[in-house]
C-alpha cells in the first residue's frame, strides 16, 4: 500500500493524462535534467496527436510540414496496413530537431508512458540535437520550420502553374538520387530562412534574365570536329566544373542545361532536405543511446525521490526494456544491433569505468578510469561524437564479452567463413574497429561522383563508382539510377567502375545501353 504521505507527493496517479499532469511531469524533469545530467536544451512544444495522425507523419519522413508527393501516400497506406493487421506497432513520440523542439505524444499513451517518452525526446533527444556538433554545423533548427513551409507552399505554386505531371517526374528523379545528394565531406553554408528567401529571388531574377533557350536547344558540337583533348585542357574543364563532384543533385542544379528555374529550385528543396537528416544517419547509436540513457536515469531519479508510484515505475520498466530488446542472432526478430541498447550499454558502461573501473579498464580508458566525472565525459561525447567515432573510442572488452561479440572474415574466394577475432587484446580492439567501420555512413553507402563532362561537345555526363571490397551495384539500381540523371541532365549518361585498390576499369555502363 502506498502511504497517504507518499501518495501527496507523487507527480500523478492513475493512467489517465490532462495537459496539466503533462506540463507539471515536464517541469518537473526539465528542472531534473539540469540538476542531474547538466543537459541543455531548446525551448519544448509538445503536441498531442493520433495514431492517424503518427501514420501520417511516418510517411512524410517526420516532418509537420511537407510538400506533396504520390510516395508519401504509398508509405501512409503501407505502414496503415501493417498497423491496423497487429504486424508493426507505432513509435509513442516523434521528436523534431528544430527551435522550439517540437514533441508529438500519441494520445493513447498512458500517464506514466507519457512521462517516459517526454523525458526521452524532450530532454534527451532534445539536448543531443542543440549539442552535437554534426547538427550543430549541418542543421538549422531555428530555420528549418520556416523553410518547410516555403518548400510547400512554392511546390504548390508549381503545380498549379506548370501541372502535377511535370512537377512529379522533377521530384521522382530528385527523390530517387537524394543519398546521392549530401555532402559527406565539404560542408555547405548555414543560411538562415530570410537569406534563402533572398537567396532564392535572385537566383530566380537572374535565371529569367540570363536563361537562354537557345543554349540548351543546340545540339551538340559533332565529335569528329573537334581537336581531341589533351590533358591540360581536361584538368581545366574539371577545375572551372570544380569536378569530381560527390553531389550529384547540387552538380544537376548547378549545371544542367534543360532545367528551368523552377525545377532547379525543386531539387535545391529535395537536396536542403537530404543534408538535414543526414547527420541523423550517423548518430543513430548516440542519438538513442542519448535519450534511452537520459529517460532511464531521470524515470528512475523521479521513483527515488517518491514522485513516481512502483505501480508506474512498472510500467515504465516494461516499456524501457521492450525499447531495448536485442534479439538474439537466430531470433526472427533480429534485424541487426538495436541502437537504442547498444548506445545505453556503452553510456553506462563509461559511467561504471568512471566510478568502479577494473585494472582492464585502466588500461584501455586511462582518461577516464576512476576520475568519477562520468557526466563531463558523456557531455563530452554527446556533443563531440558520431557513431563510428564513439564506438571507436569507448566500447570496452567487458561490453565486447557481454554482447558475445566476434569478427567473421567472409572472403570471395573461401567457402566457408573464418572467425579471425575472438575475446582477447589484439581481438578486442580488430572487434571494435570493425564495428566503427560499420557505424561509418561513408564507407556503406556508394561512392559515385560525377568526374567529367564537355559542354561544348557532346555533353555526355560521366560518372564514376568508387568499388569497395568488390562490392558493385546491383544491375537493375544502377540503371535506374541513371535513368533519373538522364532525366534531369537531358543528354547521355554514362558510370564506370573503378575498383578502389588497383584503381582498374571493372564495367561501364551508358543511357545508350539501357
Not at 323 to 328: E, Y
Not at 351 to 380: H, M, N, V, Y
Not at 384 to 409: C, G
Request: glycine residues 6%; charged residues 25%; aromatic residues 10%.
Amino acid at each position: 500500500m502506498v502511504s497517504q504521505a507518499r501518495k501527496s507527493e507523487l507527480l500523478f496517479s492513475g493512467s489517465d493524462w490532462n495537459f496539466a499532469k503533462l506540463a507539471r511531469v515536464y517541469d518537473e524533469l526539465e528542472a531534473l535534467g539540469l540538476e542531474e545530467l547538466g543537459l541543455d536544451i531548446y525551448p519544448v512544444q509538445m503536441e498531442v496527436i493520433s495514431s492517424e495522425q503518427m501514420l501520417d507523419a511516418y510517411s512524410s519522413v517526420g516532418m509537420p510540414l511537407m510538400y506533396r508527393h504520390w510516395s508519401f501516400g504509398k508509405r501512409f497506406l503501407y505502414d496503415e496496413l501493417l498497423y491496423r493487421k497487429g504486424a508493426r506497432g507505432l513509435a509513442y513520440e516523434l521528436v523534431i530537431n528544430s527551435n522550439p523542439c517540437i514533441v508529438y505524444l500519441m494520445e493513447e499513451n498512458t500517464m506514466a508512458l507519457q512521462a517516459l517518452v517526454t523525458a526521452h525526446a524532450a530532454l534527451g533527444h532534445n539536448h543531443f540535437f542543440k549539442n552535437n556538433h554534426l547538427f550543430r554545423q549541418w542543421t538549422d533548427a531555428g530555420g528549418i520550420l520556416s523553410y518547410l513551409d516555403f518548400a510547400k507552399s512554392y511546390i504548390a505554386r508549381c503545380e498549379e502553374r506548370h501541372g502535377l505531371t511535370a512537377v512529379e517526374a522533377i521530384l521522382d528523379s530528385a527523390h530517387a538520387l537524394m543519398e546521392q545528394g549530401v555532402f559527406r565531406y565539404r560542408r555547405p553554408p548555414k543560411l538562415s530562412s530570410e537569406q534563402q528567401r533572398e537567396g532564392l529571388r535572385e537566383r530566380l531574377e537572374y535565371e529569367e534574365r540570363s536563361f537562354n533557350d537557345l543554349l540548351r536547344t543546340l545540339p551538340p558540337s559533332p565529335g569528329k570536329s573537334k581537336p581531341e583533348a589533351t590533358d591540360e585542357i581536361l584538368a581545366e574543364r574539371k577545375k572551372s566544373l570544380k569536378l569530381p563532384e560527390e553531389n550529384l543533385l547540387y552538380f544537376l542544379e548547378k549545371n544542367s542545361l534543360v532545367l528551368e528555374p523552377w525545377q532547379r529550385e525543386i531539387i535545391r528543396i529535395v537536396r536542403i532536405i537530404a543534408q538535414y537528416f543526414y547527420p541523423q544517419r550517423q548518430t543513430q547509436v548516440m542519438n538513442e543511446g542519448c535519450a534511452t540513457f537520459v529517460h532511464y536515469t531521470l524515470m528512475n531519479t523521479l521513483f527515488d525521490r517518491c514522485r513516481i508510484s512502483e505501480g508506474a515505475m512498472l510500467e515504465i520498466l516494461r516499456n524501457h526494456s521492450n525499447v531495448v530488446f536485442q534479439p538474439a542472432y537466430d531470433d526472427p526478430r533480429y534485424s541487426g544491433i538495436n541502437p537504442y541498447a547498444m548506445g545505453l550499454d556503452m553510456m553506462q558502461d563509461i559511467q561504471r569505468i568512471s566510478t568502479a573501473p577494473t585494472a582492464e579498464d585502466r588500461d584501455w580508458f586511462p582518461d577516464i578510469a576512476g576520475r568519477g566525472d562520468w557526466r563531463d565525459t558523456l557531455l563530452d561525447a554527446w556533443a563531440n561524437h558520431r557513431d563510428e567515432s564513439f564506438v571507436r573510442q569507448y566500447l570496452s572488452p567487458t561490453l565486447i564479452r557481454k554482447w558475445r561479440l566476434f569478427m567473421l572474415a567472409d572472403s570471395a574466394d573461401e567457402p566457408h567463413y573464418e572467425v579471425a577475432s575472438i575475446h582477447n587484446e589484439r581481438g578486442y580492439a580488430k572487434i571494435r574497429s570493425a564495428l566503427a567501420q560499420s557505424y561509418d555512413v561513408g564507407a556503406s553507402r556508394p561512392d559515385i561522383q560525377v568526374i567529367d563532362v564537355d559542354l561544348l561537345g557532346d555533353r555526355r555526363l560521366r560518372l564514376q563508382h568508387t568499388v569497395k571490397n568488390g562490392i558493385m551495384l546491383e544491375g537493375g539500381s544502377r540503371d535506374a539510377t541513371l535513368r533519373h540523371v538522364r532525366n534531369l541532365w537531358g543528354y547521355e549518361v554514362s558510370m564506370v567502375a573503378l575498383d578502389a585498390e588497383t584503381g582498374s576499369m571493372l564495367s561501364e555502363r551508358s543511357t545508350k545501353e539501357i
